[in-house]
């Protein structure tokens, strides 16, 4: 048996790990803060982020569900932004491999499914998804919609940058025969901006925005 780890899910597991550390050193910092004096450094950083966070998910979804799914969206948000522009510090974007976005999406559907079930009751939420039978289509619908989205332009963007590397090492050899490509950190950093900062940060909103909402539709409110 041939077992082969994708590049992307180390990146995944490092990413995930600072993180971690991450966390933990801003906790700490957090903790020994002093709550009378205005926030400076770090401290007003993670705070900044946090209500912004919390500001953005309340004016999507119901103060029940805000508060009970505030921490998963918050993680997810602050690990999508790091992955998708992971390829500025030359990782493989783990959004890019099918596998962790599926992986990502399958929570969030499994999310929205239970919150149906508590909304409709076991009984009238297999009915309501059985029949008509095209109702089976609509319900899997946002786990291929959602983990094909984030995983297309991510990998689109990687596939677009390494050509565009290609194009200016082979238009470097032609301006000066030598096999240093010259060209590409003059140019490539404009297109970076682009594909990895711009499409990353807003294919994260996206994911987050269309997941909150796809829970929110099952608020029995």
């Not at 490092?14 to 709550?35: E, H, Q, S, T």
């Not at 399958?106 to 409709?120: D, H």
């Amino acid at each position: 048996m041939h077992i082969v780890i994708q590049t992307e899910l180390i990146f995944s597991l490092i990413i995930m790990a600072m993180l971690a550390v991450f966390f933990i050193y801003a906790g700490r910092k957090i903790a020994l803060a002093d709550a009378t004096k205005r926030p400076k450094g770090l401290v007003l950083v993670v705070e900044t982020g946090v209500e912004m966070i919390y500001n953005y998910l309340k004016s999507i979804m119901p103060s029940r569900f805000e508060k009970n799914y505030y921490p998963y969206f918050a993680m997810l948000f602050c690990y999508l932004i790091v992955a998708n522009i992971s390829g500025l510090i030359g990782f493989d974007a783990p959004t890019s491999n099918y596998s962790i976005t599926l992986a990502m999406t399958i929570i969030t559907f499994v999310l929205i499914q239970f919150n149906a079930i508590r909304k409709k009751g076991i009984k009238e939420y297999i009915k309501g998804n059985v029949w008509p039978p095209t109702n089976i289509f609509g319900t899997i619908a946002p786990l291929i919609s959602l983990s094909f989205r984030i995983f297309g332009n991510i990998l689109s963007g990687s596939i677009l940058m390494s050509l565009l590397y290609q194009f200016t090492g082979w238009l470097s050899s032609l301006i000066i025969p030598t096999t240093v490509n010259f060209l590409g950190p003059v140019i490539a950093p404009v297109f970076h901006i682009y594909f990895d900062l711009f499409a990353g940060v807003i294919q994260t909103l996206v994911f987050v925005t269309i997941s909150s909402i796809l829970i929110m539709m099952e608020n029995e409110d």
